[in-house]
């Protein structure tokens, strides 16, 4: 029997539909954009990266060395940078 050329396999429906796998892909996909030296307020990040807000949230706390919570804890804004390294210094400036 030969292969079909056209049949999708498992890992084609995975890099589609597998949320686990598809929105890490996006925010690391986001974080390159951004590039070592850049950074961004969330809501931006979010747009750049091409997700909805309840998706970004499920999975952002694995890319919690990316961003910095700016103010207060009841006016916090989170800022998004594109390398751990910008990350920590932007820390030390807060």
Do not use: Q
């Not at 990266?49 to 804890?73: H, L």
């Amino acid at each position: 029997m030969s292969s079909n050329p056209k049949t999708k396999t498992l890992a084609d429906f995975r890099a589609v539909h597998d949320k686990s796998y598809v929105i890490p892909k996006k925010i690391k996909e986001g974080l390159d954009a951004l590039g070592k030296d850049g950074w961004d307020y969330e809501p931006e990040f979010i747009k750049l990266c091409g997700v909805s807000v309840v998706d970004f949230a499920r999975f952002r706390e694995e890319f919690n060395e990316f961003y910095v919570v700016v103010g207060g804890s009841r006016t916090g804004k989170r800022v998004w940078a594109g390398s751990k390294a910008l990350a920590e210094k932007m820390r030390g400036m807060v």
